[in-house]
């Protein structure tokens, strides 16, 4: 049964972690450059890309050993890609990033497809999909009413009381599984407008694979943090354990959770209004927990995606034959899900296989050979899934993307529509590289047009419309 409101699968625009490739750590970094980035994640290889192209030297500082950011593919773990972090593109029909795969050798197709709801140890009967289905359209109409109110009010308060034994699995789909945060943290404006988002798209080799490719001939010095940045009106610099970088703009891709942490000082002291919106744009909690399996005991087709009625936030999302191979994902999300990620990766193991044989039988659950789960919370670079507004919150965005002199913010938090993409990441560097290439002349800006003949900017999505990234 495909489902026609959302989906499920734009929850795996989340993210999780494992390093996949990448260059070797450079023993000492340059001494100057134009622009300094600052992580190498989707946001920081689209900007670096762009400062490339325009013919001006840049170096990417990347604290983790691999390139990729949130956007990890294991391929030795289990002997097929195993994509920890995102795993999807949006809009096939127009990605930008997509266009980008024939270049570097790798495929892209259409994302799966094939959904099924479990009812205990059977799929739901027709009837009961369509009253799923029903509800979830309406608690996504009255998520888009209350976003049109004057209060930023939080998606639970907004939903429907009526809709019963779907109740949890509603709220599942729509808040954890979609966004990592429970529907009570999230901001109903903010859900309301990242809703314009169909046709995923994924990487036959990893989408980690994929972002590594476009990032492989940058020069980038990893297992460089960055640990101190000069932003005064006489001295811009970024600080390493491999020296310092003379520079004349940055761009800052870390998460909202790096950023607030701490882990970087900032000189001056980044502005409270910036920090702030950090803090409201605090990540989420999004794990794959991965099992192989002998055979096919579940009984399901490639890149099958499951869900289950549930009663309660202990649930997850399935995610069967992966590529076609016996590789499945149970992932999990939301408050349970960082609950369960504290308890290490043994516990998750369990609670994935005790999962399994609930809606499919103990015999399935035996059949798991081998296991691994992501924690993406513990990853001191990272620190959590995908950035979700908490209520009140959803103005947050474009205050953490406001240039501050020589500093320029990117990634999936500062894009208003696309947060919690990889699309949204590519294209928050692509534009924080053109403004900070304007910062330092190396771009002019285009004669403005007459003020009767301009045309507002099409937003990408539409808010309303149906339907896992720096």
Known sequence: MNFTRRGFLSASAALAALPISGRAAQAAVPREADIVVIGAGAAGIAAARRIVAANRKVVVLEAAPQIGGRCSTDVATFGVPFDRGARWLLSADSNPIGRLARGVGLDLVAAP????????????????????????????RAIDEAARGKLDTSCAAALPKDLGDWTSTTAFVLGASATGKDLADLSAMDKARAQGRSAPLACR??????????????PSSLSTPATRVVWTNRDVAVETPAGRIATRAIILTVSTNVLTSGAIKFVPELPKRQLDAAAKLS????????????????????????IEQSNSNRTGLLLANIGGSSLCTV???????????????????????????????????????????????????????????????????????EPLGPLFLAGEATHETLWGTVDGAWDSGERAAEAA??????????????????????????????????
């Open 437 to 470: 290439l304007r910062r330092i002349g190396a771009i002019k800006d285009a004669e403005p047009e007459p003020s009767s003949e301009r045309q507002r900017p099409r937003r990408r999505g539409k808010v309303r419309s149906a339907s896992p990234e720096d």
């Open 113 to 140: 497809v094939g959904q099924k709801i479990r009812v205990g140890r059977r799929n739901a009967r027709p009837g009961e999909t369509e009253q799923f289905l029903a509800g979830l359209v309406r608690a996504n």
């Open 205 to 218: 080799q990893g989408l980690g694979t994929f972002l590594a490719k476009l990032g492989e001939s940058l």
């Open 283 to 306: 990540l989420g909690s999004y794990d794959h927990i991965a099992l192989m399996l002998a055979g096919n005991p579940l009984g399901l087709s490639r890149d099958e995606v499951i």
């Open 331 to 401: 992932d999990v999300a939301g408050a349970f899900g960082r609950e369960l990620s504290v308890q290490g990766e043994a516990a998750m193991a369990d609670f994935a296989r005790e999962w399994i044989g609930k809606l499919f039988g103990s015999e399935a659950a035996a059949a798991v050979k081998s296991s691994a789960a992501t924690r993406w919370n513990q990853v001191s670079g990272v620190l959590g899934a995908m950035s979700a507004a908490t209520p009140g919150s959803q103005g947050a965005r474009k205050i953490l993307g």
